[in-house]
């Protein structure tokens, strides 16, 4: 219904809760796999460092797409949201998405905790351990970082309303995944530095749910108290760029 809809509507043959669910997991089997590849003790990745982590981002959000087509692959629900004000989807169809992204974000971060079990001992750091799962801003401060993650997820959300938009001729479906993990890179790279640049609310909170309650050796908190802005930055940012899309270029109708 978005990233691929043009594809998706002649594949129906898997529902939106599955098909989120299998794009959110690789998606964050990836993503969160980069991150312990560069932190984790004795890998062969680790201090690899940052180009290499916005880079297998990106290329996570490409595949999970790729992966997730049958639904339009949101695999976020700060996208989610916005393709629902942008008249993509309707609220029928939202919650569905929603609760894929997070079972999805979820499995995901239990593949990692398991691809990378020998590690986990052998990292001294708790930071390290909770930076494999979920962000933490480079300098805390709550109202500032809110409004990095706004920043980074209307880019994202706008972009991907534009590099969807019916007007860019040529553009075959099976290319935007590859634009769009583009487009995480080119994000990661250049707004990732004070967050981490979650610009995801899933992605976020379901691996952080997972750490908390997986028994990883030596692990520290969970950081509850964070946990709130890369939630609701998201969600705020990718309103706003749906809103300022429609306002700009006129909304989508069912």
Known sequence: MSVLAAVAVHIPKLGIIPSEIIGTGILIL?????????????????NSGWIVITFGWGMAVMIGVYCGFFSGAHLNPAVTLGLWIHGKINGAMAWKYFVGEMIGAMIGAFLVYLTYYLHWRDTEDPGLKLAVF???????????????????????????????????????PALAPLIIGLLILAIGLSLGGPTGYAINPARDLGPRIMHAILPIPGKGGSDWAYSWVPILGPLIGGAIAAIFFDAVFGSAPL
């Not at 796999?33 to 062969?44: F, I, N, R, T, W």
């Not at 993650?149 to 007007?167: D, S």
Request: glycine residues 10%.
């Open 134 to 172: 979920c962000t933490g801003p480079a300098i805390r401060n709550y109202a500032w970082n809110l409004v990095t993650e706004i920043i980074g997820t209307f880019v994202l959300v706008f972009g991907i309303l534009a590099i969807t938009a019916p007007w860019i001729i040529g553009l075959t």
């Open 30 to 46: 990836l993503g969160d796999g980069v991150v312990a590849a560069v932190l984790l003790a004795k890998s062969k990745a680790e």
